[in-house]
């Protein structure tokens, strides 16, 4: 039989649900089990992909072309998985289906409700996930907080698998803040308490409670949870701050939660291993050395708008056994005020992230000129490498004015233009170039030495590309196109030869970037910085 584990949250929403269902996955991989994950998002969209990512965090792409939420990531880097994008359910999935069925005729005759129809796609959804790779366990996450109005049918749905899966085969874990107050240093779980009293209104009573706080909970605390939460009090738990996200699955280990959750499902293990794992959280908190990077980009107060990019660059950290200390700098400021552009001589490489529309672009241009001109190892993904092309074509090739189309339709040199097959679209969702795409990559370049293969397949999220047009001009100045898709139509990646490193893809290489098994080009450019710091020679192409 195939097990499920529901993971829900209480007090407040990014408590660190998507962190936690990530490590017990890890703890029952370690155990030699097959877990899957699915990710319930209760808003209406369809998917993340039209969502501003202040509003919700990056939008995290996957091989299949989903635009998913970000928690997708995390399972993704945790388990070393390739998720679709039927592993991310949201309201606006499940009713659209059920509205199809619906006109389809599937129900005719009956009156659709809630209760059965949406709860038994949900939960047709659910399994489903399941089988599609043969889990043997099947973890779902439900976004949002209890009490959510939003969240009610999902949870409507998780209920009742208790009864149609069994109690051996179900567990449910809920997760709540267990706040410390500044002035008495007292720990509180009375939002924790009226959390689980909201759960059980509801029809669930958590198997497991796990108390986000932030040092350990200590023995009151502990004794009330359990109290308060009708459960033993070797069912309760604590994940609390730690140096790296990556040592929570080892921190609730070590408290017995593994062994609970397969006790409690009666799941027999042989034994464990996490030496893999430990290794490189070892590397993680116990680095050699430091570099800075300035991180330039127009959703710098949110760092979740970056987040598979921070972990990318912290993957290539841990490779080089150095600690990656990323400065979220906004773009507008570098055009509100030129003259601090100069503060990116302070850092050890400058890396220009994803984006979209003309805000703070030419803070981005203007970050990517100081670094091409003084040397300063530099990173540009997908926008900052169109960006990229954009400042080189300006200032090296003479092209004034030089644009995107998508920045200024009407500039005089369009060196980045809308792809021909999204002319005429209208509708935005799901219609961008999307998913992993096969990318050719020329011999004796610095993609070729990173990549260490002429083929590759990396994920992909844009509309706006280079402008074959410009090609040559771009060429005949020095700028080397050495990545290309398999039909040659289109640039995938750029390079300086001439600099210590200068690189920049179309494609997301953070979205497939692991612990243990980094980004190779996040992992050059931090190895870049590394060296340039150390002051050793730039590395030969060969």
Same mark, same amino acid.
């Not at 179900?170 to 007292?186: K, N, Q, R, S």
């Given at each position: 039989m195939?097990?499920?584990?529901?993971?829900?949250?209480?007090?407040?929403?990014?408590?660190?649900?998507?962190?936690l269902?990530?490590?017990?996955?890890?703890?029952l991989q370690?155990? $030699?089990?097959?877990?899957?994950?699915?990710?319930?998002?209760?808003?209406?969209?369809?998917?993340?992909?039209?969502?501003?990512?202040?509003?919700?965090?990056?939008?995290?792409?996957? #091989?299949d072309?989903?635009?998913?939420d +970000? #928690?997708?990531?995390?399972?993704?880097?945790?388990?070393?998985?390739?998720?679709?994008?039927?592993?991310?359910?949201?309201?606006?999935?499940?009713?659209?289906s059920?509205?199809?069925?619906?006109?389809?005729g599937?129900f005719?005759?009956?009156?659709?409700q809630?209760?059965?129809?949406?709860?038994?796609?949900?939960?047709?959804?659910?399994? !489903?996930?399941?089988?599609?790779?043969n889990?043997?366990?099947?973890?779902?996450?439900?976004?949002?907080t209890?009490?959510?109005?939003?969240?009610?049918?999902?949870?409507?749905?998780?209920?009742q698998?208790?009864?149609e899966?069994?109690?051996e085969?179900?567990?449910?874990?809920?997760?709540?803040?267990?706040?410390?107050?500044?002035?008495?240093?007292?720990m509180?779980?009375?939002?924790?308490?009226?959390?689980v !009293?909201?759960?059980?209104?509801?029809?669930?009573?958590?198997?497991?409670?796990?108390?986000?706080s932030?040092?350990?909970? #200590?023995?009151?605390?502990?004794?009330?949870?359990?109290?308060?939460?009708?459960? %033993?009090?070797?069912?309760?738990?604590?994940?609390y701050?730690a140096?790296t996200?990556?040592?929570v699955?080892?921190?609730?280990?070590?408290?017995?939660?593994?062994?609970?959750?397969?006790?409690r499902?009666?799941?027999?293990?042989?034994?464990?291993?996490?030496? $893999?794992?430990?290794v490189?959280?070892?590397?993680?908190?116990?680095?050699?050395h430091e570099?800075?990077i300035?991180l330039?980009?127009?959703?710098a107060?949110?760092s979740?708008?970056?987040?598979s990019?921070?972990e990318?660059?912290?993957?290539?950290g841990?490779?080089?056994?150095?600690k990656?200390?990323?400065?979220?700098l906004?773009?507008?400021?570098?055009?509100r005020e %030129?003259h601090?552009?100069?503060?990116?001589?302070?850092?050890?490489g400058?890396?220009?992230p994803?984006?979209?529309?003309?805000?703070?672009?030419?803070?981005?241009?203007?970050a990517?000129?100081?670094?091409?001109?003084?040397?300063?190892?530099?990173l540009?993904i997908c926008?900052g490498?169109? +960006?990229?092309?954009i400042e080189?074509?300006r200032n090296?090739?003479?092209?004034?004015?030089?644009?995107?189309?998508?920045?200024?339709p #009407?500039t005089?040199?369009?060196?980045?233009d809308?792809? %021909?097959?999204?002319?005429?679209?209208?509708?935005? $969702?799901?219609?961008m170039?999307? $998913?992993a795409?096969?990318?050719?990559?020329?011999?004796?370049t610095?993609?070729y030495?990173?990549f260490a293969?002429?083929e590759?397949?990396?994920?992909?999220?844009?509309?706006?590309?280079v402008?074959?047009?410009?090609?040559?001009?771009?060429?005949?100045?020095g700028?080397?196109?050495?990545g290309?898709?398999?039909?040659g139509r289109?640039?995938?990646?750029?390079e300086?030869s001439?600099k210590?490193?200068?690189?920049a893809?179309?494609?997301?290489?953070?979205f497939?970037?692991?612990?243990?098994?980094?980004?190779?080009?996040?992992?050059?450019?931090?190895?870049a910085?590394?060296?340039?710091?150390?002051?050793?020679?730039?590395?030969?192409?060969?």
């Open positions: 195939v097990k499920y584990i529901f993971v829900t949250g209480g007090v407040l929403s990014s408590v660190g649900k998507g962190i269902t990530s490590s017990i996955g890890k703890m370690a155990r $030699g089990l097959k877990p899957t994950v699915v990710k319930i998002d209760p808003y209406v969209n369809i998917d993340a992909g039209t969502m501003n990512p202040y509003m919700h965090g990056e939008v995290f792409v996957t #091989d072309g989903g635009e998913t +970000l #928690d997708l990531g995390w399972y993704e880097r945790f388990l070393d998985l390739s998720l679709k994008q039927e592993n991310n359910l949201t309201t606006g999935t499940i009713y659209k059920v509205i199809e069925k619906e006109r389809r599937d005719l005759g009956r009156c659709v809630i209760v059965p129809h949406v709860t038994n796609e949900i939960k047709n959804r659910i399994r !489903n996930a399941g089988k599609m790779v889990a043997e366990i099947v973890l779902t996450e439900v976004g949002g209890v009490g959510d109005i939003e969240g009610l049918p999902f949870l409507e749905a998780i209920r698998m208790r009864v899966e069994g109690y085969n179900t567990l449910y874990v809920h997760v709540a803040l267990v706040p410390v107050l500044d002035v008495t240093g007292e509180k779980t009375k939002p924790l308490q009226h959390s !009293n909201e759960l059980r209104r509801i029809g669930i009573q958590p198997d497991t409670i796990v108390a986000r932030p040092t350990m909970i #200590d023995a009151e605390a502990l004794r009330k949870i359990a109290l308060f939460g009708t459960i %033993p009090e070797s069912a309760v738990f604590c994940s701050n140096e996200v990556y040592q699955p080892l921190i609730l280990d070590k408290q017995g939660m593994g062994d609970f959750i397969c006790g499902l009666a799941i027999k293990c042989k034994g464990k291993d996490f030496s $893999g794992w430990e490189f959280v070892d590397g993680m908190v116990h680095p050699e570099v800075k300035a330039v980009g127009k959703y107060g949110l979740d708008s970056y987040v990019m921070t990318a660059l912290r993957h290539g841990a490779a080089c056994k150095a990656v200390c990323i400065s979220y906004e773009a507008e400021k570098f055009e %030129p601090c552009i100069s503060d990116l001589a302070n850092f050890d400058v890396f220009v994803y984006g979209f529309g003309p805000r703070g672009t030419e803070g981005k241009i203007a990517t000129k100081y670094a091409r001109e003084n040397n300063i190892p530099f540009g926008y490498f169109q +960006l990229a092309v080189f074509a090296v090739c003479g092209l004034k004015d030089a644009n995107s189309t998508e920045i200024n #009407d005089p040199y369009p060196v980045i809308l792809m %021909p097959e999204q002319r005429g679209i209208e509708i935005k $969702g799901a219609t170039r999307l $998913g795409h096969k990318v050719v990559l020329q011999k004796v610095l993609a030495s990173m293969q002429e590759i397949h990396e994920r992909h999220r844009h509309r706006f590309e402008n074959l047009d410009y090609i040559e001009a771009l060429k005949n100045n700028l080397c196109f050495t290309k898709s398999s039909d289109r640039m995938e990646t750029l300086l001439d210590y490193f200068y690189f893809s179309q494609f997301h290489g953070e497939k970037s692991r612990p243990g098994r980094p980004s190779p080009e996040y992992a050059g450019f931090i190895q910085c590394l060296n340039r710091k150390l002051g050793k020679p730039k590395t030969t192409i060969s």
